[in-house]
C-alpha cells in the first residue's frame, strides 16, 4: 500500500494518519510500542523527504497480515517495512547538529529505533527504507528505544543534501 506524498510539510501529519489508518487491519494494536515507533519512523522519513529534497515523494507501507504482505498468517516474528522514495538523487549525508539544534536529527533517530535501514538509488531519485521486526524484545517500545537513541546518537544526524 502507498500514499502520494507532495512537497509540502502538512502532508507529514497527513502521512501519520494515513499510517495509522492502516494498522487496523494488519493486527496491530494503535497502542502497541510497535505502531508507536512507526508512526515516528513514517514522521522522520517523510519530513526528511518533504524539507530537504522539495520533490514529491511515495510512502510505501508492509503491515503483516495486509494484502499478502510477508508475515500474513499473523506470527509474531512478522517485519514492518516502511519506504519513502522520491525524485531527488541526493544521497542521505550524515551531518552533526548542536545541542541546542531543532532539527537534523531524523535518520540517527531512525537508526536507533528500527532493526535496519538503509537507502538505494531508484530510478532518477532514490528509496529510503526502514524495517522493524514485531518479534522485538519486550521493553523495546518506542519510548525505551527513543530513549536510548536520544542518548547514544546525541549531536549525530543526517541531513539529505
Not at 547538529?97 to 530510478?123: F, H, K
Amino acid at each position: 500500500m502507498q500514499l502520494e506524498i507532495r512537497p509540502d510539510p502538512a502532508e507529514v501529519g497527513r502521512a501519520r494518519r494515513w499510517a495509522r489508518s492502516r494498522l487496523a487491519g494488519s493486527g496491530i494494536a494503535a497502542d502497541e510500542p510497535l505502531a508507536e515507533t512507526l508512526i515516528l519512523l513514517v514522521s522522520e522519513l517523510v519530513t526528511n523527504a518533504v524539507v530537504h529534497t522539495g520533490c514529491p515523494a511515495v510512502l510505501r507501507l508492509s503491515l503483516p497480515g495486509a494484502d499478502g504482505a510477508d508475515g500474513a498468517d499473523g506470527g509474531e516474528a512478522a517485519t514492518v517495512r516502511l519506504e519513502v522514495a522520491d525524485a531527488s538523487d541526493r544521497a542521505p549525508v550524515p551531518r552533526c547538529a548542536d545541542g541546542d539544534a531543532t532539527g537534523g536529527r531524523g535518520l540517527a533517530l531512525v537508526d536507533g529505533l528500527a532493526d535496519r535501514w538503509g537507502w538505494s538509488p531508484e530510478g532518477a531519485g532514490k528509496r529510503i527504507w526502514c524495517e522493524l521486526d514485531r518479534c522485538a524484545q519486550p521493553g523495546q517500545g518506542a519510548a525505551v528505544a527513543y530513549g536510548r537513541g536520544a542518548a547514544s546518537y546525541e549531536g549525530l544526524a543526517f541531513e539529505a543534501v
